[in-house]
């Protein structure tokens, strides 16, 4: 298979939104894909791309973050999600302008419709990347002398192809950099919470290219007959400045509710380690790590948390981690910028007693 790189230019990002409001991670995907178009040349453009009806609204929000261009898609039948509907107006849009790299939060739509449009459009996508890059001179070099992609000519070993997508494997033990150097576009889906958005700027404006999808009721296979709202309280662990999470080192269920009384003490959210997850002691939606959420909140409290690598991969960018841990060789103190050596049910209500002697 040969592929014409110098077709596909720009970066788009799939601006999620639900209910007429945009995901974090779109704006997240902005700011990152802003940085990264200009990584590779002053004339790639960062676009967002809005899918929904009755949603042209937001295109002002994307320009505000950092989006140069807004592809809008619009129509009835894609005003709720659906797996088939998205995908063949995206894939469609792919095929007309020919994006080179194209992002997903990875949501749970992101990583439904992500590896769907991959598919329609035979080419690759690298799921749950934490970290994306390009290199200039090669960047151009593929993309000027290479028009005509031949394959024989190319090695696949070479780390400058193109976009390297990293992200965890094995377990989280290694962090694998994958490239797409044999197809266009190079898609990835990006956790949310790891990129960073871009300072607002008001009023910003940007070009708007109004896409009309062809789509009718045959395309899609699925009826939405209603949408429930998860009964479960929302822990919205991505959005929060502070995180009080408890590990197995609580003991047992009932600790999470001093756990709840501190963050609430120090307006946080609850998070967990995954043995406190699998123990039952509390919902998987609290989970951070690898196979939980992302975090980076500017304070991070780690109770009882041993900090196993998978748990890590989710928390060590936050700003400030603080870990209280009655072992002083636990692997939390490595990353930790604050660390207390001590039994958490004595440390934590010492810290709530002191929260309340300042505030009084
Ligand atoms: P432990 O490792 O048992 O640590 C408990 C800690 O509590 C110890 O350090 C102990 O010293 C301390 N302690 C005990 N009593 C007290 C006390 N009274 N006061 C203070 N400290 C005390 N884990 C995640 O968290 N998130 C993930 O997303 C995740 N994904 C995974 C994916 C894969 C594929 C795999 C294989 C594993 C994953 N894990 C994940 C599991 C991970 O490897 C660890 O098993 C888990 O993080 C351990 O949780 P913990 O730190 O709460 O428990």
């Not at 619009?74 to 080179?100: M, Q, R």
């Not at 958005?197 to 896409?211: D, P, Q, S, W």
């Not at 120090?266 to 043995?275: E, H, I, L, M, N």
Request: aromatic share 6%; with cysteine.
């Amino acid at each position: 298979m040969s592929t014409n790189f110098a077709d596909y230019k720009n970066i788009w990002v799939y601006a999620e939104q639900r209910d007429g409001k945009l995901m974090n991670v779109a704006l997240e995907l902005i700011g990152e894909g802003h940085k990264l178009s200009r990584d590779i040349s002053a004339d790639t453009k960062v676009c967002a791309l809005i899918v929904g009806d009755g949603i042209g609204h937001l295109a002002q929000e994307c320009f505000e973050y950092g989006a140069d261009q807004v592809y809008l898609i619009e129509d009835p039948l894609l005003k709720n999600f659906t797996t088939d509907g998205y995908t063949k107006v995206i894939s469609d849009a792919i095929n007309e302008y020919k994006p080179e790299i194209v992002m997903y939060g990875a949501t749970h739509i992101g990583r439904d419709l992500a590896p769907r449009v991959a598919a329609r459009m035979d080419t690759g996508l690298t799921a749950d990347c934490t970290h994306l890059d390009v290199k200039v001179a090669n960047y151009i070099k593929f993309a000027n002398e290479n028009t005509t992609l031949n394959t024989s000519s190319l090695d696949p070993d070479d780390p400058d192809t193109g976009l390297k997508m990293t992200r965890p494997a094995f377990g989280g033990n290694l962090m694998a950099t994958i490239i797409c150097p044999r197809t266009r576009p190079q898609m990835s889906t990006v956790r949310p919470g790891v990129m960073q958005k871009m300072e607002r700027m008001e009023g910003a404006t940007g070009e708007i290219i109004n896409v009309k999808p062809a789509i009718s009721e045959g395309d899609i296979r699925t009826k939405i007959v209603d949408i429930v709202k998860s009964a479960k309280e929302l822990v919205s662990l991505t959005d929060a400045d502070i995180i009080c999470s408890g590990g197995r080192g609580l003991g047992d269920p009932s600790g999470f509710e001093l756990i709840k009384e501190f963050a609430d003490k120090v307006g946080g959210v609850v998070g967990s380690s995954r043995a406190a997850v699998d123990a039952g002691w509390i919902d998987h939606s609290h989970q951070v790590g690898q196979t939980g959420t992302t975090v980076k909140p500017k304070i991070y409290f780690a109770c009882g948390i041993s900090g196993a690598i998978q748990h890590l991969a989710g928390m060590q960018t936050s700003d400030i981690i603080v870990a209280i841990n009655k072992d002083p060789d636990a692997p939390i103190f490595e990353v930790a910028d604050y660390g207390i050596v001590g039994d958490l049910y004595k440390v934590i209500p010492e810290i709530i007693a002191e929260w309340d002697n300042a505030e009084a």
